[in-house]
């Protein structure tokens, strides 16, 4: 096994994930820390991430990281990141090591830290993913009940048409009936008793073509 293998099986069991991909026998080899430990580890509550965006500080704090030792991790971090690309690895070690040294950082320290955050940083993804589920429950349930009360209020329009459909059929077969009668008595005698009744109206002139 490579050492750039090996070193992606142990990180991996913090859960991080490797720039280029965790190797296929990574995941097989890793021993994940129990998720519930980890969402477990904050003392405080964690920071909403707003559009995404997470306050490591914040995160790391609630989590109870001690600032001395986050900065020793940040020292490192910004030593590794100045060290020439085309340094040997073994040569930078060096030069980081006795960098830390000089400023009397432990290395202890500085993995101790390290772990911690990474540990804190998987605790807080997995914290946010089982709130987004939980969002994402609860937004299904409310979107099913507005589907019923939807297909309710489409059931009782529905209903409300046929209805007037029914209505309106009924009361023509009816005007039909009553048509039949007046139509015996003859258009004149009608429109005479139309005229002469307080109680009716007038039907309107039709219009001029």
Not at 25 to 51: C, Q, R, V, Y
Request: glycine share 6%; with cysteine.
């Amino acid at each position: 096994m490579s050492d750039k293998k090996g070193w992606g099986s142990t990180v991996l069991g913090w859960f991080v994930v490797q720039e280029d991909g965790p190797h296929p026998d990574a995941a097989a080899d890793a021993a994940p820390a129990d998720a519930a430990a980890l969402e477990g580890m904050f003392s405080k509550d964690i920071p909403a991430a707003k559009s995404g965006r997470v306050d490591f500080e914040a995160v790391y704090d609630a989590a109870g990281i001690d600032p001395e030792m986050r900065s020793h991790c940040a020292k490192a971090a910004e030593l590794l990141a100045s060290l020439p690309t085309q340094a040997d690895q073994a040569v930078k070690k060096q030069i980081v090591e006795a960098s830390l040294k000089a400023f009397g950082v432990p290395i202890a320290s500085i993995i101790e830290a390290g772990v911690h955050e990474i540990q804190a940083l998987e605790g807080y993804i997995q914290a946010d993913a089982r709130d987004s589920h939980k969002v994402a429950e609860e937004s299904e349930k409310r979107i099913a009940q507005h589907e019923d009360e939807i297909n309710q209020l489409k059931t009782v329009m529905a209903q409300r048409t046929a209805d007037q459909d029914a209505v309106a059929q009924a009361c023509n077969d009816r005007k039909l009936e009553v048509q039949r009668v007046l139509e015996f008595f003859g258009q004149e005698a009608v429109a005479r008793v139309v005229h002469d009744s307080p109680k009716l109206t007038s039907p309107s002139q039709p219009k001029a073509k």
